[in-house]
């Protein structure tokens, strides 16, 4: 006997991976005065601590399977170059990914970082995705990139200084914080199409999500010991761990949604529903955090966007996912 999926599970799926990635950000958002490498190493342990047992279990009953029958399934193991190439991907997503995407946090808030480096990672991402996967790129595409190179350049420019709460941006800090989101989005683009890579040669998405936060746990760190010391990582409080903590199970269970939302839904239908969460960033940063609302930030969401609707609207996108 056979059971159909409810129609309203495969939207419900995406649209909690939105807001499951907001409240990453927002949790991020609360750790700008903490060591942005010291963030993101702890962001990548809970992917390690809840996909490890689940593949270790998986693992444990393919041996038992194998033992039981006369033909071995097939299994793809991954090995090699490709093993190879996505460990430095995952490097590059953790160390110019994650910690450029904390800096910027810190220098322009919330409601900026997010559509700039998600314009840069989809822009990134369709010409990495040309170049090394041979991917199609369609005037609807082209149209798309243009509204998203736009949106990253007037959310880019600086506008003086502007008072948010206690905290003055000048424009060298709004200069500063886009390039640190452009750095994270492009790193994140190669992770992406890294990933799609390695998925068409047989890798499972689990396999590869817990193989990056094993990379990022275990090289960041490293990282952070070797530069800061345990005596002042120790300095870290309560609140700050939980909120470090809580970004990376946030992050894991975002991508357990956004997973069982691509098993229910086309692609283009998810990242539409995905790409919510930068108007709900933008509410989070004005409201939880009094960054400034100003015409540039508001014409730069609009115009992100856009460029997502356009984007999703009859072409083959590839899903964005973030490390």
């Known amino acids: ?126 010409v990495l995705g040309a170049i090394l996967l041979g991917e199609p790129v369609s005037r609807q595409k ?17 506008h003086g200084t502007t008072e948010t709460g206690n905290t003055a941006i000048d424009a060298s800090a709004i200069l500063r914080g886009s390039l640190w989101a452009a750095i994270s989005g492009l790193a994140y683009s190669f992770f992406g199409v890294t990933m799609r890579m390695t998925m068409q040669v047989g890798a499972k998405p689990s396999v590869l999500m817990f193989l990056s936060g094993l990379t990022g746990t275990v090289s960041l760190w490293g990282y952070c010991v070797a530069t800061l010391g345990m005596s002042e990582i120790l300095k870290t409080t309560l609140p700050q761990w939980a909120a470090m903590l809580s970004a990376g199970v946030f992050n894991f269970a975002a991508f357990v949604a956004i997973t069982a939302a691509l098993r229910l839904l086309p692609v283009v239908a998810v990242n539409l529903i995905n790409a919510s969460q930068v108007a709900m ?12 609302l100003s015409v540039r930030l508001l014409v730069g969401i609009g115009l992100t966007v856009v460029g997502l609707v356009i984007l999703t609207r009859r072409t083959r996108a590839s899903i964005v996912i973030t490390d």
């Open 1 to 126: 006997m056979t059971t159909t999926t409810p129609s309203w599970v495969g939207p419900l799926c995406g649209l909690a991976s939105a807001v499951l990635y907001t409240l990453t950000n927002i949790a991020l958002r609360h750790c700008v005065d903490l060591d942005p490498y010291l963030v993101s190493a702890v962001k990548a342990f809970p992917t390690v601590l809840f996909l490890g047992p689940l593949l270790l279990g998986g693992e444990i009953a393919f041996r038992r399977s194998t033992r039981k029958s006369n033909v071995p399934p097939v299994r793809y193991r991954l090995k090699g170059k490709p093993l190879l190439r996505f460990i430095a991907a995952s490097f590059l997503a953790q160390f110019l990914g994650n910690a450029a995407f904390q800096k910027a946090l810190g220098d322009i808030g919330l409601a900026a970082s997010v559509p700039i480096t998600l314009g840069v990672l989809i822009v990134g991402g369709a």
């Open 142 to 158: 082209v149209a798309a990139m243009i509204t998203l190179i736009a949106a990253v350049i007037v959310l880019s420019l600086p």
């Open 281 to 292: 960033a933008a509410v989070a940063g004005v409201i939880l955090f009094h960054e400034p």
